[in-house]
């Protein structure tokens, strides 16, 4: 059974910090990338981060670049984002996404709630 586990989302003051957590298990974690995506309030579900399979490759939205950090840790089977410098705009609900295209396979968690607000 696969399973993407999103963790340590909650509320937090402008300028704070966050790190979320995705525990992956049900596949070989370390054949795929993982990306962080996000859905805001009556906008469509973007791209924040993702990160290959061996971490050497990272990719970050614009709109997070220098404030945000993706990082994986293959032996532990889990994701992080670390959130810094958080804004208003970035309250959304951010999911964790598994990819591999040697055969095309993805996998979605279940979201995890971040508010940032005063």
């Known amino acids: 059974q696969v399973q993407l586990v999103e963790s340590g989302g909650g509320l937090v003051q402008p300028g704070g910090s966050l790190r979320l957590s995705c525990a992956a298990s049900?596949?070989?974690?370390?054949?795929?990338?993982m990306s962080w995506y996000r859905q805001g309030p009556g906008k469509e579900r973007e791209l924040v981060a993702s990160?290959?399979?061996?971490?050497?490759?990272?990719n970050y939205a614009d709109s997070v670049k220098g404030r945000f950090t993706i990082s994986r840790d293959n032996a532990k089977n889990t994701v992080y984002l670390q959130m810094t410098s958080l804004k208003p705009e970035d309250t959304a609900v951010y999911y964790c996404?598994?990819?591999?295209?040697?055969?095309?396979?993805?996998?979605w968690g279940q979201g995890t709630q971040v508010t940032v607000s005063s």
């Open positions: 990160i290959v399979n061996t971490g050497g490759s990272i």
């Open positions: 049900g596949f070989t974690f370390s054949s795929y990338v």
């Open positions: 996404y598994a990819v591999t295209v040697i055969p095309p396979l993805d996998y």
